[in-house]
Nanobody
Framework: QVQLVESGGGLVQAGGSLRLTCAAS????????MGWFRQALGKERAFVAG????????YYSNSVKGRFTISRIVDGNTVYLQMNNLKPEDTAIYYC?????????????????WGQGTQVTVSP
């Protein structure tokens, strides 16, 4: 089993940037797709971005495309989410997840392991 720990969340003004980090331990995730999801208060957990095992394939939700970038250290156990031009509607708890297979998925059930989440709050 893999443990995932997110960090880098915080409070930022609209238009600002944050970089989230997901560190994996217990088992390597270098052979698996990884994803970032978020859950706003009162809403369901939603897909944000995904990356395949070697970093060559990425995918973003329409709401963050062009503003967020997912990346990973190849053959390593760290995944990043660079978030630029943040908006108040980006406020949520952000979760890192490891997929069952080598590719990313866009739904919760595509992922086996989850972190505890990190809060991102964007003020107007």
């Amino acid at each position: 089993q893999v443990q995932l720990v997110e960090s880098g969340g915080g409070l930022v003004q609209a238009g600002g940037s944050l970089r989230l980090t997901c560190a994996a331990s217990g088992r390597t995730v270098s052979e698996y797709g990884m994803g970032w999801f978020r859950q706003a208060l009162g809403k369901e957990r939603a897909f944000v971005a995904g990356i395949n095992y070697n970093g060559f394939s990425t995918y973003y939700s329409n709401s963050v495309k062009g503003r967020f970038t997912i990346s990973r250290i190849v053959d390593g156990n760290t995944v990043y989410l660079q978030m630029n031009n943040l908006k108040p509607e980006d406020t949520a708890i952000y979760y890192c997840a490891a997929a069952y297979g080598a590719n990313w998925g866009s739904i919760v059930s595509d992922y086996r392991d989850w972190g505890q989440g990190t809060q991102v709050t964007v003020s107007p």
